[in-house]
């Protein structure tokens, strides 16, 4: 059974640079796509960008100027930075896996980890 | 830009069929994907490929299309079944990924 579980730091000051890793236990991370989403409170979900095992990226437009997603896969795990922050960027932030390439949902998600933007 | 539309809020009794649909312009050349989100957890996919149903999915939860409509369809509802609902796409070549708005379907 595939698991997932998100870290990092809960907050982070205005301008600053958010910084998550998803660590993916019971499979490999190869032959997958790596995903992160995030939720505001009491708002919908909103897919910020993947990666696969070959290091390929594609990013939310909304958000590409601001985010990099980066695979390590001595670690099994992948990891989030989104830059210039503000408290628009105040959410849950969900990692997930992509099952196949064409099959571009999420079959698998961690159990989300909430990031406060606030000085 | 291209959005999938949802209806904020379904409501229905207890054993009755919910119906919740998802409506976007590319549709048609896409799959469609439907998720439930219950207060404090992660989504769960209940439904894949517009009409499959994951492993331990209940038999109650059907997919169907029609044009730039897709429906989530939950037969005999129950009230575990109370929760947000997401419709999801992508286009074959995964450069975007899109959730609708979410529904919140609630059962009195």
């Known amino acids: 059974q595939v698991q997932l579980q998100e870290s990092g730091p809960g907050l982070v000051r205005p301008s600053e640079t958010l910084s998550l890793t998803c660590s993916v236990s019971?499979?490999?991370?190869?032959?997958?796509?790596w995903s992160w989403i995030r939720q505001p409170p009491g708002k919908g979900l909103e897919w910020i960008g993947y990666?696969?095992?070959?290091?390929?990226?594609y990013y939310n437009p909304s958000l590409k100027s601001r985010v990099t997603i980066l695979l390590d896969t001595s670690k099994n795990q992948f990891s989030l930075k989104l830059n210039s922050l503000t408290a628009a960027d105040t959410a849950v932030y969900f990692c997930?896996?992509?099952?196949?390439?064409?099959?571009?949902?999420?079959?698998?998600w961690g159990q989300g980890k909430l990031v406060t933007v606030s000085s | 830009s291209y959005e999938l539309t949802q209806p904020p809020s379904v409501s229905v009794s207890p054993g009755q069929t919910a119906r919740i649909t998802c409506s976007g312009d590319?549709?048609?050349?896409?799959?469609a994907y439907w998720y439930q989100q219950k207060p404090g957890q992660a989504p769960v996919v209940v439904i894949y490929k517009d009409n499959e149903r994951p492993s331990g999915i209940p038999e109650r939860f059907s997919g169907s299309t029609s044009g730039t409509t897709v429906t989530l369809t939950i037969s005999g509802v129950q009230a575990e079944d109370e929760a947000d609902y997401y419709c999801?796409?992508?286009?074959?070549?995964?450069?975007?990924?899109?959730f609708g708005g979410g529904t919140r379907l609630a059962v009195l």
């Open positions: 990666v696969y095992h070959s290091g390929t990226t």
């Open positions: 999801q796409s992508a286009p074959t070549s995964g450069t975007s990924l899109m």
């Open positions: 019971g499979g490999s991370i190869s032959g997958h796509y």
């Open positions: 590319e549709l048609p050349k896409q799959y």
């Open positions: 997930a896996r992509i099952p196949l390439f064409l099959e571009w949902y999420f079959d698998y």
